[in-house]
């Protein structure tokens, strides 16, 4: 498979050419690049959803892939443009972080040293990693620590 793949991994790499070939090519077949339209790639959606049942990231990685070709299609001039439609991704749930159990945070806390250290600072302020690296003495103000450009 080209296009995309000299920013991927080899892993990431047979990973996208299993997925293309399983699922892209099987759809496809011999049907012209040439005319595909947004509905084709609607109803694409559809199978891979329905008939194969696969989860919204798996189908969100195959569309990618198509789209991916296509795009590296235009660039070697086989298309004029990429049949790709914009609204055809499926929307992912975002799911909460899950948080560290009271054991998990127990063992961390107990930790020696530095690691220990800062490890206590980032749970009791609730700071993340970038946040506190950010930290420096002109921060403290009356005994606390103020962070600008928290999330």
């Known amino acids: 498979m080209a296009g995309g793949d000299a920013t991927r991994n080899p892993k990431g790499q047979r990973l996208a050419r299993s997925r ?13 690049l040439r005319e595909l339209n947004g ?16 989860r919204p990231y798996t189908v969100t990685h195959v ?4 789209r991916c070709i296509l795009r590296w299609a235009v660039s070697l001039g ?10 055809v991704m499926p929307r992912i749930a975002e799911v ?3 948080g560290l ?4 945070v127990t063992r961390l806390v107990a930790l020696p040293g530095r690691p220990g250290f800062v490890l206590r600072f980032l749970l009791a302020t609730g ?7 950010r930290a ?16």
Do not use: Q, T
């Open 39 to 54: 509905d084709h790639f609607r109803e694409f959606r559809l199978m891979l959803e329905d008939h194969w049942g696969l």
């Open 101 to 104: 159990s009271a054991a998990e």
């Open 78 to 87: 086989l298309l004029e443009r990429s049949p790709f439609p914009g609204r």
């Open 63 to 66: 569309l990618s892939d198509l």
């Open 136 to 151: 420096s003495r002109e921060h403290v103000r009356g005994g606390l620590l103020e962070v600008g450009n928290s999330k």
């Open 96 to 98: 909460a972080p899950r």
């Open 20 to 32: 293309f070939d399983n699922y892209v090519l099987a759809w496809l077949g011999g049907f012209p």
């Open 127 to 133: 700071l993340r990693w970038a946040e506190a690296c």
